[in-house]
């Protein structure tokens, strides 16, 4: 089995992170992977052209970080960093999705700010997401307390890290994250303190 990603996407680091926590890193392969241009390699292998993706033994493409990261932990059917089944999953599950949507928003952002020239940025899509950014960071500040995200790793705590783990202050400019949060700033260095996230930080963007 193969795992493709970019060492720069989130999504692909949340995937990267539960292969290294499951100990699967002889079992599953990583392959580093350009996204986006003509005539990129890698539409032959994920024609959508996006990561992660898991290329499977028999061929089978797995494509989204979800689907991914519940194969892998599932894979010897004995899951730890996904919740159980039924409403007792259901607290795990909130706050999972609560961190996904976080950085879903906090990711466009950083695109309109990577990727687009200042003069042509949206205005709205920025402002937008900077709002939710903070108003979510707001929540986190309480939410970090509570079992989920302080007891044994898991999924919602993977997520949330790869929001956070390895960003500055004020980046993108504007998403002032460690102001006024004592919690989730304390909350981020401690989960610093895990090899699987340490060594997925993303490379350094020139």
């Known amino acids: 089995m193969k795992l493709h990603t970019t060492l720069t996407s989130p999504y692909g680091r949340i995937a990267r992170i539960v292969r290294l926590e499951r100990g699967l890193a002889d079992r599953i392969a990583l392959e580093s992977v350009q996204t986006r241009g003509v005539d990129n390699p890698y ?4 024609p959508s052209g996006r990561v992660p993706s898991l290329i499977l033994d028999d061929g089978t493409i797995l494509e ?4 991914v990261c519940w194969f892998m932990d599932h894979l010897d059917g004995d899951p730890v960093l996904h919740p159980p089944q039924g409403m007792a999953g259901l607290e795990h599950r909130r706050i999972e999705a609560t961190a996904r949507s ?13 990727y687009r020239e ?5 205005a709205t899509i920025m402002a937008h997401e900077q709002a939710r950014a903070l108003r979510l960071a707001d929540v986190f500040e309480k939410e970090v307390l509570g079992k989920v995200l302080s007891g044994p790793l898991n999924m919602a705590q993977i997520t949330l890290a790869c929001v956070f783990h390895g960003r500055m202050n004020d980046r993108p400019p504007g998403f002032r994250w460690q102001d006024g949060r004592p919690n ?14 340490v060594e997925t930080l993303p490379p ?3």
Not at 103 to 111: A, E, I, K, Q, T
Not at 118 to 122: C, F, G, H, K, P
């Open 43 to 46: 539409y032959a292998v994920n």
């Open 102 to 114: 976080m950085l879903d928003g906090v990711s466009l952002w950083s695109r309109e700010f990577l």
């Open 118 to 122: 200042a003069e042509i940025r949206s």
């Open 204 to 206: 350094p963007r020139n």
């Open 64 to 67: 989204d970080s979800t689907l």
């Open 184 to 197: 989730l700033c304390a909350w981020v260095e401690r989960m610093g303190g895990y090899a699987s996230i």
